[in-house]
């Protein structure tokens, strides 16, 4: 009877492993359905700022090893959908951030809890007081983008070879970075619904505080935070 029920156990415990929806094991370090975003967008043009030191931190982020975009097959395919229609417009797409591991966002957390490092305040968060990033909303424990379906991005005009004026630098913490926030001219806003429309037409959905990012509505690890490094 021991061994029936040590068997039994073995095969549930297996089971839930294997189930997508719930992740409940070691799955967080498979990458085995994420892809590159060039091999399936050959020409988008990559800033991986977390890779870099330009960003709001100051460092290169936990996790970044290579500054690489990564995403779920799932988004890269509806993402190439949105490059496709907005190519024949005359943009092109620029990423900032796709795939990020839960480590990065401890990264943040670690960060944003030290008070005395605002060395890049200026540049990205200067009207906001570093001691309420959590109360405001601009650090969480989880982030959509350990979950591989999402994107931070914009628009490079084809011709020029310049980033569309979106009324806010990427990463910026303050209310001109909400897509409905009313910019200064009225450019910057018909730039940001290009963006929004081409998104949502291929099945992302955009973040009110964030007129860059965008998560697939339909994404295959809605319950899954991964935390394998980007290499």
């Known amino acids: 009877m021991r061994k029936i029920f040590v068997t039994l156990l073995a095969v549930l415990l297996f089971t839930a492993c294997t189930r997508k929806a719930e992740q409940t094991c070691d799955p967080i370090y498979d990458r085995s359905d994420f892809v590159e975003v060039t091999e399936v967008i050959p020409d988008v043009i990559l800033e991986i700022r977390y890779y870099s030191t330009y960003n709001f931190v100051g460092a290169r982020i936990d996790g970044y ?14 993402l190439k959908a949105v490059n496709d229609e907005l190519k024949a417009r005359g943009y092109r797409l620029k990423i900032w951030d796709t795939y990020r591991p839960q480590r990065a966002v401890n990264h943040f957390i670690r960060w944003a809890e030290d008070i005395q490092d605002t060395a890049m305040k200026a540049v990205f968060y200067p009207m906001v007081d570093k001691s309420r990033l959590f109360e405001e909303g601009y650090i969480y424990a989880r982030s959509s983008h350990s979950r591989g379906s999402t994107v931070d ?8 070879g310049k980033e569309l004026d979106m009324g806010s630098p990427f990463d910026w913490f303050g209310n001109e970075s909400h897509p409905d926030y009313s910019c200064k001219l009225y450019i910057q806003s018909e730039n940001r619904l290009i963006l929004h429309n081409a998104m949502t037409r291929h099945g992302f ?12 509505t339909d994404e295959p690890y809605p319950n899954t935070y991964f935390d394998f490094p980007i290499e």
């Open 205 to 216: 959905q955009g973040l009110d505080s964030e007129w860059w990012h965008f998560t697939l």
């Open 153 to 160: 991005l914009t628009l490079i005009d084809a011709a020029t």
């Open 65 to 78: 090893e290579r500054p690489l975009a990564l995403m779920t097959r799932q988004a890269a395919d509806s």
